[in-house]
Protein backbone atom coordinates (compact mmCIF):
# COMPACT_ATOMS: atom_id res chain seq x y z
CA UNK A 1 0.00 0.00 0.00
CA UNK A 2 0.86 3.13 -0.93
CA UNK A 3 0.71 6.53 1.01
CA UNK A 4 0.87 10.09 -0.84
CA UNK A 5 1.10 13.70 0.53
CA UNK A 6 1.02 16.55 -1.63
CA UNK A 7 2.47 19.48 -0.64
CA UNK A 8 3.45 23.12 -2.66
CA UNK A 9 0.11 25.07 -2.51
CA UNK A 10 -0.41 28.24 -1.39
CA UNK A 11 -1.49 31.46 -2.58
CA UNK A 12 -0.38 32.90 -5.73
CA UNK A 13 -1.44 36.36 -8.09
CA UNK A 14 -2.97 35.59 -12.16
CA UNK A 15 -0.29 34.48 -14.01
CA UNK A 16 2.27 33.46 -11.41
CA UNK A 17 3.15 29.70 -11.38
CA UNK A 18 3.35 26.99 -8.79
CA UNK A 19 4.97 23.42 -8.37
CA UNK A 20 2.82 21.24 -6.47
CA UNK A 21 4.57 17.83 -5.16
CA UNK A 22 3.03 14.51 -4.23
CA UNK A 23 5.93 12.35 -1.73
CA UNK A 24 4.92 8.65 -1.94
CA UNK A 25 5.63 6.27 0.86
CA UNK A 26 5.41 2.43 1.16
CA UNK A 27 5.93 1.38 -2.10
CA UNK A 28 7.63 2.94 -5.15
CA UNK A 29 5.65 4.91 -7.48
CA UNK A 30 6.98 3.68 -10.35
CA UNK A 31 4.46 0.82 -10.22
CA UNK A 32 1.97 3.41 -10.21
CA UNK A 33 -0.33 5.31 -12.67
CA UNK A 34 -0.48 8.65 -10.61
CA UNK A 35 -2.70 11.31 -11.39
CA UNK A 36 -3.57 14.66 -10.04
CA UNK A 37 -7.50 15.85 -9.45
CA UNK A 38 -9.22 18.74 -8.42
CA UNK A 39 -11.61 20.16 -5.78
CA UNK A 40 -13.68 23.37 -5.43
CA UNK A 41 -16.65 23.49 -2.69
CA UNK A 42 -20.05 22.25 -4.27
CA UNK A 43 -18.47 20.21 -7.24
CA UNK A 44 -16.87 17.21 -8.19
CA UNK A 45 -13.35 16.43 -8.34
CA UNK A 46 -12.18 16.94 -11.69
CA UNK A 47 -9.05 15.27 -13.84
CA UNK A 48 -6.09 17.72 -14.40
CA UNK A 49 -3.30 15.31 -15.49
CA UNK A 50 -2.17 11.53 -15.60
CA UNK A 51 1.24 10.10 -15.76
CA UNK A 52 1.86 6.22 -16.55
CA UNK A 53 3.76 3.66 -15.44
CA UNK A 54 4.57 2.58 -18.61
CA UNK A 55 5.04 5.91 -20.06
CA UNK A 56 3.25 8.94 -21.16
CA UNK A 57 1.33 11.97 -19.94
CA UNK A 58 -1.96 13.28 -20.12
CA UNK A 59 -3.54 16.00 -19.48
CA UNK A 60 -7.33 17.65 -18.99
CA UNK A 61 -7.98 19.81 -22.91
CA UNK A 62 -9.75 22.61 -21.02
CA UNK A 63 -8.08 23.27 -17.64
CA UNK A 64 -4.28 21.91 -18.16
CA UNK A 65 -3.17 21.35 -21.66
CA UNK A 66 -0.17 23.84 -22.04
CA UNK A 67 -0.05 24.92 -18.98
CA UNK A 68 0.66 22.60 -16.67
CA UNK A 69 3.12 19.95 -16.92
CA UNK A 70 3.33 16.33 -15.05
CA UNK A 71 6.63 14.81 -13.88
CA UNK A 72 8.07 12.38 -11.87
CA UNK A 73 11.89 11.88 -9.45
CA UNK A 74 12.22 8.43 -9.50
CA UNK A 75 14.89 8.44 -7.20
CA UNK A 76 12.80 10.67 -4.58
CA UNK A 77 9.76 9.02 -5.16
CA UNK A 78 7.63 12.18 -6.19
CA UNK A 79 5.12 13.43 -8.68
CA UNK A 80 5.05 17.00 -9.52
CA UNK A 81 2.60 19.41 -11.32
CA UNK A 82 4.46 22.49 -12.41
CA UNK A 83 1.42 24.91 -12.64
CA UNK A 84 2.55 28.21 -14.92
CA UNK A 85 0.36 30.72 -16.36
CA UNK A 86 -2.46 30.68 -12.93
CA UNK A 87 -6.11 31.55 -13.77
CA UNK A 88 -8.42 32.27 -10.66
CA UNK A 89 -9.97 29.04 -12.00
CA UNK A 90 -7.68 27.03 -10.93
CA UNK A 91 -8.13 28.03 -7.66
CA UNK A 92 -9.10 24.78 -5.81
CA UNK A 93 -7.91 21.61 -3.37
CA UNK A 94 -5.36 19.47 -5.59
CA UNK A 95 -5.34 15.68 -4.88
CA UNK A 96 -2.58 13.62 -5.96
CA UNK A 97 -3.69 9.84 -7.09
CA UNK A 98 -2.42 6.77 -7.14
CA UNK A 99 -3.61 3.98 -9.52
CA UNK A 100 -2.67 0.04 -10.27
CA UNK A 101 -4.06 0.03 -13.29
CA UNK A 102 -1.24 0.72 -16.89
CA UNK A 103 -3.55 2.78 -18.70
CA UNK A 104 -3.99 6.59 -18.63
CA UNK A 105 -7.34 6.79 -16.28
CA UNK A 106 -9.19 9.80 -15.55
CA UNK A 107 -11.77 8.83 -13.15
CA UNK A 108 -11.75 8.85 -9.50
CA UNK A 109 -12.82 5.67 -9.36
CA UNK A 110 -9.94 4.43 -10.82
CA UNK A 111 -7.45 5.48 -8.28
CA UNK A 112 -6.89 3.26 -5.04
CA UNK A 113 -4.59 5.86 -3.09
CA UNK A 114 -5.51 9.29 -2.53
CA UNK A 115 -3.68 12.11 -0.57
CA UNK A 116 -4.95 14.72 1.82
CA UNK A 117 -4.70 17.76 -0.88
CA UNK A 118 -3.00 21.06 -0.74
CA UNK A 119 -5.24 24.15 -1.30
CA UNK A 120 -3.96 26.49 -4.55
CA UNK A 121 -5.66 29.45 -4.82
CA UNK A 122 -5.08 32.28 -7.33
CA UNK A 123 -6.13 36.32 -6.80
CA UNK A 124 -6.54 38.81 -9.46
Known amino acids: QVQLVESGGGLVQVGGSLRLSCAAS????????VGWFRQTPGKEREFVAVSGYKGGNSYDRDSALGRFRISRDIAENKVFLQMNNLKPEDTAVYYC?????????????????WGQGTQVTVSS
Open 97 to 113: AASTRAILVRHVSDYEY
Open 26 to 33: GRPLDTYT
